[in-house]
T-cell receptor
Framework: GNSVTQMEGPVTLSEEAFLTINCTYTATGYPSLFWYVQYPGEGLQLLLKATKADDKGSNKGFEATYRKETTSFHLEKGSVQVSDSAVYFCALSRRTNAGKSTFGDGTTLTVKP | DTAVSQTPKYLVTQMGNDKSIKCEQNLGHDTMYWYKQDSKKFLKIMFSYNNKELIINETVPNRFSPKSPDKAHLNLHINSLELGDSAVYFC?????????????FGPGTRLLVL
């Protein structure tokens, strides 16, 4: 079956530090890959996505590249801010799964001033 | 304008009661979902409807019954509430059930069963 494995948290960084949150997946075929972010007390919102191999998704300084050879979609940001403190979810979705997405367990990021 | 809205935002109730959560989306989407998020932030899909038709029904106790009166609304009724039902319930929608589509989440309903 499909699965998503995320780097375990929590992750604590100082402001302006470099961020990497690892995400690897197991799925047949060519799934679409997503990163969602959940700020405290809110619902999830899309951060970025990639729908085919070698695509790079980017938004708000965050980037992730769809690597089929390593089945990975690692999230990176060059310089984090306090406002980036949130829970980050990696997810995949397959064409044959009728919209059902498989989510990772989430990684909690805290950025300190 | 709120894209995906849920009511109520908070729900505190006694074990054994029956309660409903409502969800509405004004995005014109065809597909809607219910998710459960536990205290460790793990997210689990419960149901999905596409154009009022049930397309995903995960292993969920039959005390949970979704209902979609039209494609803009997806409600969740829970019978005989149990302590383990305490969680945050999120409604979401997407343009269709295509795998490339982004899901848009509501703000969540925080359910506490005492």
């Amino acid at each position: 079956g499909n699965s998503v494995t995320q780097m375990e948290g929590p992750v604590t960084l100082s402001e302006e530090a470099f961020l990497t949150i690892n995400c690897t997946y197991t799925a047949t075929g060519y799934p679409s890959l997503f990163w969602y972010v959940q700020y405290p007390g809110e619902g999830l919102q899309l951060l970025l996505k990639a729908t085919k191999a070698d695509d790079k998704g980017s938004n708000k300084g965050f980037e992730a590249t769809y690597r089929k050879e390593t089945t990975s979609f690692h999230l990176e940001k060059g310089s984090v801010q306090v406002s980036d403190s949130a829970v980050y979810f990696c997810a995949l979705s397959r064409r044959t799964n009728a919209g059902k997405s498989t989510f990772g367990d989430g990684t909690t990021l805290t950025v300190k001033p | 304008d709120t894209a995906v809205s849920q009511t109520p935002k908070y729900l505190v109730t006694q074990m054994g009661n029956d309660k409903s959560i409502k969800c509405e989306q004004n995005l014109g989407h065809d597909t809607m979902y219910w998710y459960k998020q536990d205290s460790k932030k793990f997210l689990k899909i419960m149901f999905s409807y596409n154009n009022k038709e049930l397309i995903i029904n995960e292993t969920v106790p039959n005390r949970f019954s979704p209902k979609s009166p039209d494609k803009a609304h997806l409600n969740l009724h829970i019978n005989s509430l149990e302590l383990g039902d305490s969680a945050v319930y999120f409604c979401a929608s997407s343009r269709d059930s295509n795998s490339q589509e982004t899901q848009y989440f509501g703000p969540g309903t925080r359910l506490l069963v005492l």
